[in-house]
Structures are given as C-alpha cells and as structure tokens.
C-alpha cells in the first residue's frame, strides 16, 4: 500500500513519510517530522516539532505529538521528541519536545497513551506503558517497562516509575515508585504491591510473594532506607534475586526518596 494523504491533510515541505503511512483528513504533519512505515495520522490530529516517529504508531483526532515544551527555560532551537514502535496516543493526547536545543523527550514502543493524558518535555518513558485519561507526566519524569498511571494521577518532575508498579487513580505523585509497587494518595504512598499487574504480565506465585515481603520491610517495619537495604541483602539475597535486586538498586539511586 502507498502512502495517503487526504487532499485536505497538510503535510509540509521536509516531513519525511516511511511506507503505508496514512494521513487524514485536517490534520498536518509538520516539516521536521520523520513518520516510519505503516504509521496512522487520523483527521484533525497533528504531529509538529523534531519527531522521529517508529512504526505502526496511531494519531487519534486531535492529539498534539511533538508540540513545544512548556518549560519556560526553553531558549529556541529544535528540541526533540523520539517515539518508538506500536504507539497509540488517543484522543487529545499531548507529547511535548525536549526543552534543551540538542535533547529529547523519549518514549519507547507498546505504550498506550489515553485521552487528554500528558506527556511533558525531558520525560523518558520505557514499553508498555498504560497511561490512563486526564493523568500526566511533568517534565523529566522516568518511566520503566510495564508501568500502569491510572485516571487523573499528576507525576511530579524528576519523579521516576519502577517496572511493573502502578499509580492510582487521582493520586498526586511527589517521589519515586518502586519496581512491583502500587502508590495511591494525595501525596501518594507506596500501600501494597502491584499484585493484579505482577499476575498479568505471568510472575509467579513465589514471585509475588517475595515483593510482598520487600514492601513489609521497606515500608512496615519501621527501618530506614540504609537499615532496610541491609536487611534485604541479608534476608533476602537467595529469594527471586532479580526482583529484590532490582528494587535494592531502586531504593539506593532514589534522589527524591521512595513514596
């Protein structure tokens, strides 16, 4: 299949459009947007700025992919936005560039962006992530693979999301998640682990019982950090050491703190 572009689309001179790229009715394509194969731009939604564009991703109507950031420290040039494979961003869904003339905003392939949800610049967003309605991102926000923000949750700047955790619906975020946790609140706080995600995405039983018990020391026992990473190390190093590992490494390289 060749390209569309529907005579009532605009696609500017410079835009470089890869293999059975559809573009529809009213929406624009801007001249510094690179879109790959097979990508789908529906009516009245618009891709401007430096975006480089995977494959397969869709454009629903009237979303804005690539618009300029809303930093105010923002100085000109051409930050950038960088989209992997098999995206979709829904209804007025908003993905800003970067703010510095040389970087970018980053989101990786298999994430799913809901209506009116908000990406803002310098974020770096993993795989598969379920972003639900009116939530958002601000700027330099982290988001690891298999991460679940649901309905109308804010995510402070600098924040960053372990895997497979979750934030809760209408939940403010002002510090860090950790890997296989579920935070809720307004200010958030870690109130369990992400049991239903840690099942769906096929953890094992034993699995989800060893994060279990990382979040009863992290966040039930009273210790502090330093105090609760030595206690892990110790109790738990022959347990599923690639998931306590991994929240161990979280927990040391947080700068905002755990929630």
């Not at 967003?125 to 601000?138: D, E, Q």
């Not at 296989?180 to 769906?200: C, H, Q, T, W, Y």
Request: proline residues 3%.
């Amino acid at each position: 299949m060749a390209v569309f572009i529907h005579p009532q689309a605009i696609v500017e001179e410079g835009a470089e459009l890869g293999e059975d790229v559809v573009v529809e009715a009213f929406s624009m394509v801007g001249p510094k947007a690179k879109l790959g194969d097979g990508c789908r731009v529906l009516h009245h939604a618009t891709v401007e700025g430096r975006v480089d564009m995977g494959r397969n991703n869709v454009v629903h109507p009237y979303a804005l992919i690539g618009g300029l950031t809303h930093d105010l420290k923002y100085e000109g040039g051409e930050p950038g936005l960088r989209i992997g494979d098999d995206n979709v961003f829904r209804e007025y869904v908003t993905a800003h560039v970067a703010t510095g003339a040389d970087d970018e905003t980053i989101i990786g392939s298999g994430n799913v962006f809901l209506a009116y949800s908000h990406v803002a610049h310098d974020c770096v967003i993993g795989n598969h992530l379920v972003m639900s309605s009116h939530s958002a991102l601000a700027g330099h926000v982290e988001v690891a693979d298999h991460v679940n923000v649901a309905w109308g949750a804010g995510v402070h700047q600098f924040c960053r999301l372990g895997r497979h955790c979750m934030v809760s619906a209408c939940s403010k975020l002002v510090q860090d998640v950790p890997p296989f946790m579920l935070a809720d609140g307004s200010p958030a706080e870690v109130r369990s682990i992400n049991k239903v995600g840690m099942e769906r995405s096929g953890f094992s039983g034993d699995e989800v019982e060893t994060a279990r018990g990382v979040f009863k020391i992290l966040y039930k026992s009273e210790l502090n950090r330093s105090q609760a990473i030595e206690r892990l190390e110790n109790e738990f190093s022959a347990a599923s050491p690639h998931i306590v590992g991994e929240i161990i490494e979280f927990a040391r390289s947080s700068e905002r703190g755990l929630a």
